[in-house]
């Protein structure tokens, strides 16, 4: 043993240790973007930065209101949108079947939602309730979309994207537009 590397062990080690700087640099990149939102979760009912008791707070809260009951107040975003979609269709409701007929719906999303992964999430879940269109983040932080599908798989991408657990939705602002026939795809706009 000559206690030498060759040229071959010091390419891998040089490339191991890039491969760590590079994982160093993502994970501090993830931290610099999401700064706001670690340091709200990882804060203590005093407002100190621990992030132990902050993370604990944090799930104990969302643990403590999976279970609750919901108040009146308190809708699903599928509630939320039948009943959005009953004032729009009015009258057209007799005939319309929700789980057949194809709308278009032109949605402004306010809360926590840029920042958080909404704008993907949105795009597998639309994708896998065969829904069609685009999200897009807005520069006021709000997040706007525009979906083509059933009644019914829109409602479903609604309720999966309010249980995104870093996405908080306050209010959606939906607007019906007219069904853009032979659309293919849901796909994600900007940066």
């Known amino acids: 043993m000559s206690g ?3 040229a071959g062990e010091i390419r891998e080690l040089i490339g191991t240790i890039l491969l760590c700087l590079m994982g160093i640099a993502l994970v501090l990149w993830i931290i610099r973007r999401n700064w706001s939102l ?10 100190n930065f621990d992030p132990l008791s902050g993370l604990e707070r944090h799930f104990t809260q969302d ?11 308190e809708v699903t975003a599928d509630e939320d949108f039948m009943q959005v979609l009953y004032r729009q269709k009015g009258a057209q409701m007799a005939d319309f ?10 949605i402004i999303f306010h809360g926590r939602v840029q920042g958080v992964g909404f704008r993907y999430q949105a795009m ?8 069609t269109g685009w999200v897009e983040n807005l520069p006021d932080g709000s997040v706007e979309m525009e979906v083509q599908g059933t009644a019914m798989g829109i ?4 309720t999966h994207m309010q249980s995104g657990h870093w996405i908080r939705i306050d209010k959606m602002d939906i ?17």
């Open 4 to 6: 030498q590397m060759s």
């Open 38 to 47: 670690i340091k709200e979760i990882c804060t203590d009912e005093n407002g």
């Open 63 to 73: 643990s403590a209101n999976s279970g609750a009951e919901q108040t009146p107040e």
């Open 97 to 106: 079947d929700p789980v057949r007929d194809l709308i278009r719906e032109h």
């Open 124 to 131: 597998y879940a639309a994708r896998s309730f065969d829904l």
């Open 155 to 158: 409602g479903r991408l609604l």
């Open 175 to 191: 607007e019906e537009m007219p069904v853009k026939p032979g659309e293919r795809g849901f796909g994600v706009r900007g940066y």
